[in-house]
Nanobody
């Protein structure tokens, strides 16, 4: 069983930056597509960004493209989400997720096998 642990959440003012981290406890990390999702109060969880195991392919939600950057360090079994130009609308609980089987990046939750517990990101205006 793979455990994912997120860190790096917090509260910043609009326009600020945060860097989230997610470390996997086990598994063939370099073969996993890793993703970030988020869930704002009263809304469904939504896709934010993902990166293929090789690091060669990434995909971003339109709302964060150009502001957020996903990266990974396979040697440390960790992914990151650098968030710049934060807006109040980015306030949510952010989750990392691992897809251990797919060849492609998925934006829906179903293909992801493992999930972290989430980290709160709050952006004040």
């Amino acid at each position: 069983q793979v455990q994912l642990v997120e860190s790096g959440g917090g509260m910043v003012q609009a326009g600020g930056s945060l860097r989230l981290s997610c470390t996997a406890s086990a598994g063939s990390f370099s073969g996993y597509t890793m993703a970030w999702f988020r869930q704002a109060p009263g809304l469904e969880r939504e896709f934010v960004a993902a990166m293929h195991g090789s690091g060669a392919t990434t995909h971003y939600a339109g709302s964060v493209k150009g502001r957020f950057t996903i990266s990974r360090d396979n040697a440390k079994t960790t992914i990151f989400l650098q968030m710049d130009g934060l807006e109040p609308e980015d306030t949510a609980v952010y989750y990392c997720a691992a897809d251990r089987r797919s060849m492609y990046i998925h934006t829906e939750e179903g293909p992801y096998d493992y999930w972290g517990q989430g980290t709160q990101v709050t952006i004040s205006s």
